[in-house]
């Protein structure tokens, strides 16, 4: 059964725009949560995190937003550039143990 | 710089046949993982390893097992190979870091395995 569930399989979007990707989990154990990115034929790489004691943290051009209570994280990318085309993966664990991943959303960026 | 790597980027094996994938880490991390990524299911954990000599299974490891007679180093075989083992194969090492916020797992590039 999958814990972790992003039901964007794909999001396209224009050059300085924003990108919003959408993560929701189910098991109410989950204290910490990554984003990762992978390009084609390259192994993911880490991009993101937040721990449960948080509701927003930003990187750059990256945010990363927690909703406990709907059980919900989600990744904004502003402004996106086409470089950031790739697919996204989120991830949650369990007191830092085993990490689960969803399904990822292949993000599409438009020049 | 971290690296991961993995013996081979492509592999094509035959039903029946016996496969190693290798990984190998240079950052001394204790933690290591093997996934595999499929079209919409994402990384599902195969199997994962503490430290030397230590192994734990993940979600799905039947047909599965793994090796790590050093830290660095961590294998995962498929004692027979099926057409339903083909897929995206991805090691990973992590080191101990609790609920640090920098906590994370660092990824080799895959293997892609067909089994005909």
């Known amino acids: 059964d999958q814990q972790v569930k992003q039901n964007s399989p794909s999001l396209s979007v224009q050059e300085g725009r924003i990108s919003i990707l959408n993560c929701d989990y189910t098991n109410s154990m989950f204290d910490y949560f990554l984003w990762y990115k992978k390009y084609p034929a390259e192994g993911p790489t880490f991009l993101i995190s937040i721990s449960s004691i948080k509701d927003k943290n930003e990187d750059g051009r990256f945010t990363v937003f927690l909703n406990k209570s709907a059980k919900h994280l989600s990744l904004h990318i502003v402004p996106s550039q086409p470089g950031d085309s790739a697919v996204y993966f989120c991830?949650?664990?369990?007191?830092?143990?085993?990490?689960?991943f969803g399904t990822g959303t292949s993000l599409t960026v438009i020049p | 710089d971290v690296k991961v790597t993995q013996s081979s980027r492509y592999l094509v094996k035959r039903t029946g046949e016996k496969v190693f994938l290798e990984c190998v880490q240079d950052m001394d991390h204790e933690n290591m993982f093997w996934y595999r990524q499929d079209p919409g299911l994402g990384l599902r954990l195969i199997y994962f390893s503490y430290d030397v000599k230590m192994k734990e299974k993940g979600d799905i490891p039947e047909g599965y097992s793994v090796s790590r007679e050093k830290k660095e180093r961590f294998s995962l075989i498929l004692e027979s190979a099926s057409t339903n083992q083909t897929s995206m194969y991805l090691c990973?090492?992590?080191?101990?870091?609790?609920?640090?916020?920098?906590?994370?797992?660092?990824f080799g590039p895959g293997t892609r395995l067909t089994v005909l």
């Open positions: 991830a949650a664990s369990a007191s830092g143990n085993q990490f689960y």
């Open positions: 990973a090492s992590r080191t101990i870091g609790g609920l640090a916020i920098t906590d994370t797992q660092y």
